[in-house]
C-alpha cells in the first residue's frame, strides 16, 4: 500500500479520514456534509431514546411482576388486549425479545445500505462519532468502492476495524436475509431509493429507525408525474410546496411496503436540503396500529387556476361507544370548479398528511446538536435548518407562498409581518417552513386567505386614493 500512497489525498470530515485516490476518483460528495452531519445527529438521540426507552421498558416489566405477584390471590385481571389481534400479541412478545437483545449494554447495530457506501466515510463517521453503536454494515454493489471503503477502514486504525464491515452485496438481497436486525437501516443511493424500500422496512427491528435519502427530485416534483406515480405509487404536483411535497410522497411509499409486512412509520425528522430530500422514521410492528393508516393519507387538490389548494384524506373514523370503526374519506372535498377563481383542479397524491416531524424529537436534536457544536463540521446549516423546523407548525400540511398569491392577485405583496399578524387576528395560526424562506404554513381556509388578500387590495386601493385626494387639494 505504501507505493501507493503518493496517488491519495486524505480528505478529513468529522472523526473520519478517507483516501482519496487521486487518479481513480471514488463519488466523494462534499455538500453531503449537512447529510452525514444531521445522520449523526439523528443517531445520537436514537441512542439515547433507545436507552430511555428501554429502562422504562426495565421499570414497567418489573413493577407489573411485582403487581403480578401481589395480585396472585385477587383473581384475574380483566384482559385488556382482548380487541386486539393475536398478531399484537405477537408483537409485544416480539419486542420485549428486541428490548432483551439491545441491553443498554449492548450497542446498537447501524447497516448503511448501497450508501454509494463509496469510500466508506459516511461508515466510518457514524462509527467513530457516535458513542452506543456496536457495528457498522456498509453494503455497496460495486467492487470499486467496496475495496476503496475496506482501505479506509483499515486507514482509520483499531476502532473502525473492528466496528465496520465492508461487503460487495445487493443490498436488497442483505437486507431480505437479515429480516428486523438492524436498529438502523440507512439508504442513501445515489438516485431514487424506491428499489431498496421493500426490503429496508423488512430489515429494520421494532422501534428501530430507517433513514432514507432520495435525490430524484425532478421525479419527486413532478417533471414526469408519471415516472413518480410508478416508483412511488403517488401523483406529484408542481406547486411551489413541491419539495415539501416530496418529503409526503416519500414518506406514503415507505408507509406503503411497511403496511405489507404488518409495518408501520412514525415520522421523527424530514428534511429538505441542497438538492435531495432525507427522512428519518421509526418502524414499528402492529396490525391494529396499521388500521389508521388511511387516516395519515390525502389527496391534493390543487385549483390550476389559483393558489388554492385542499387535502382529501382518504379514510375517516367513526366512534360509537368505545368502538372505533375505520371508514372511506368522504368526498369529494371540493367542487367541480375552484370557488375561489372558477378553474378545474389538478388531483395529486397519496401524500403523507400526518406530521412528518416529531417536535420532541426535533428539540432533542437540535439540544445535542447544540451541546456538541465543535463535533459538527456543518454546524451552522443543520442548527439553522433544525431551528426552522422547531418553529413549523408540525399539523399543517404542504404550503402557500406570499409572493404567489400576490402574482394571482397582480398585486404587490404585504410584507410577511403584516400577513402573519392578519392571519393570527383571523383567528388561526401561521408559520415558516425549512422548505422555502417565502413560504408560509397556516391552518387557515383558503377563503379566509383569499379575503385576507383582498383586505389587502383595499388597503392598498385607499392608499392610493388618499395619494390621489392629498393631490388634488
Ligand atoms: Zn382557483
Known amino acids: 500500500m505504501a507505493e501507493d500512497l503518493q496517488d491519495y489525498t486524505v480528505i478529513k470530515e468529522g472523526e473520519a479520514e478517507i483516501l482519496m485516490n487521486v487518479k481513480n476518483q471514488v463519488f466523494f460528495n462534499k455538500a453531503q456534509v449537512n447529510n452525514r452531519d444531521l445522520s449523526i445527529a439523528v443517531l445520537r438521540t436514537f441512542v439515547s431514546k433507545r436507552q430511555e426507552e428501554h ?11 411485582e403487581k403480578a405477584s401481589e395480585k396472585d390471590a385477587s383473581g384475574p385481571a380483566v384482559e385488556e388486549a382482548s380487541t386486539e389481534s393475536a398478531l399484537d400479541n405477537g408483537k409485544s412478545n416480539g419486542e420485549c425479545e428486541v428490548h432483551e437483545e439491545i441491553s443498554q449494554d449492548e450497542p446498537c447495530s447501524v447497516s448503511e445500505e448501497p450508501a454509494l457506501s463509496a469510500s466508506g466515510l459516511r461508515a466510518l463517521r457514524y462509527a467513530r462519532e457516535v458513542e452506543g453503536i456496536g457495528k457498522v454494515v456498509a453494503l455497496d454493489n460495486d467492487k470499486a468502492s467496496v475495496e476503496a471503503c475496506q482501505k479506509n477502514i483499515k486507514f482509520n486504525g483499531s476502532v473502525a476495524i473492528s466496528k465496520v464491515e465492508s461487503h460487495l452485496a445487493d443490498a436488497r438481497v442483505y437486507m431480505l436475509t437479515h429480516p428486523k436486525e438492524f436498529d438502523v437501516v440507512d439508504l442513501d443511493p445515489y438516485g431514487s431509493p424506491s428499489v431498496f424500500l421493500d426490503s429496508a422496512v423488512q430489515s429494520v427491528v421494532d422501534g428501530g429507525m430507517l433513514m432514507c435519502t432520495a435525490t430524484d427530485m425532478a421525479v419527486l416534483c413532478g417533471g414526469n408525474g408519471e415516472v413518480c406515480y410508478s416508483k412511488y405509487g403517488s401523483y406529484p404536483l408542481r406547486g411551489k410546496y413541491c419539495h415539501e411535497m416530496a418529503l409526503r410522497i416519500l414518506l ?3 408507509e406503503s411496503h411497511a403496511n405489507r409486512y404488518k409495518r ?11 438538492f435531495y430530500v432525507r427522512v428519518f422514521v421509526r418502524v414499528y410492528t402492529s396490525a391494529s396500529a396499521m388500521k389508521n393508516t388511511p387516516l395519515k393519507l390525502s389527496y391534493v387538490y390543487q385549483c390550476i387556476g389559483c393558489d388554492s389548494y385542499h387535502l382529501q384524506p382518504i379514510g375517516r373514523t367513526m366512534s360509537k361507544g368505545s368502538s372505533v370503526r375505520y371508514l372511506p374519506g368522504f368526498g369529494p372535498i371540493v367542487p367541480q370548479e375552484c370557488s375561489d377563481c372558477g378553474k378545474k383542479y389538478n388531483m395529486g397524491g397519496p401524500i403523507w398528511s ?4 416529531d417536535q420532541e424529537w426535533v428539540t432533542s436534536v437540535l439540544e445535542g446538536v447544540k451541546s456538541m457544536k ?14 426552522t423546523i422547531s418553529e413549523e407548525l408540525p399539523d399543517v400540511p404542504l404550503f402557500l407562498s406570499l409572493h404567489n398569491l400576490c402574482a394571482t392577485l397582480k398585486c404587490t ?3 410577511a409581518v403584516i400577513f402573519r399578524s392578519a392571519v393570527i387576528n383571523a383567528g388561526y395560526r401561521i408559520s ?9 404554513k397556516s391552518d387557515a381556509p383558503m377563503d379566509v386567505i383569499w379575503d385576507i388578500m383582498r383586505c389587502w387590495v383595499a388597503v392598498c386601493l385607499s392608499v392610493l386614493h388618499l395619494f390621489l385626494l392629498w393631490d388634488m387639494v
Open 413 to 415: 405583496s404585504p410584507s
Open 252 to 254: 406514503a411509499s415507505i
Open 374 to 387: 465543535d463535533q459538527y463540521p456543518a454546524y451552522d446549516r443543520i442548527s439553522a435548518v433544525l431551528t
Open 55 to 65: 429502562g422504562a421498558m426495565l421499570s414497567k416489566r418489573k413493577k407489573s411482576a
Open 432 to 440: 415558516g417552513t425549512h422548505v422555502n424562506p417565502l413560504g408560509l
Open 354 to 357: 400526518a406530521p412528518i416531524h
Open 264 to 274: 408501520y412509520i412514525v415520522p421523527v425528522l424530514s428534511v429538505q436540503m441542497n
